[in-house]
């Protein structure tokens, strides 16, 4: 699986230096899931959800979802897949 973040469109090799972001209104309900590096690219998405009015408060290292299911999942539902 190659992982590309949202923000600069580089390649995820380093999968410690990288988040699953999900993206919930103000309700928190799900919106969208991203993958993005950690740092100047999650902080990019952080300011553009928030001129929107949502929030990227929930997100997970993508080295701990551990697989490739695991990640789909988060990114498609939001929800913690080791809750499953």
């Known amino acids: 699986m190659v992982l590309v973040c949202h923000e600069c469109d580089e390649i995820i090799s380093d999968l ?29 998405l952080e300011s553009k959800s928030e001129y929107k009015g949502l929030n990227t408060n929930s997100s997970m290292e993508i080295s701990s979802l551990g697989n490739e299911d695991n990640i789909n999942y988060y990114l498609s539902t939001g929800e913690n897949p080791f809750d499953r």
């Open 16 to 44: 410690g230096n990288g988040l699953v972001v999900i993206v919930r209104d103000s309700n928190r309900n799900y919106h969208s899931g991203h993958l993005v590096h950690k740092g100047d690219c999650d902080k990019k």
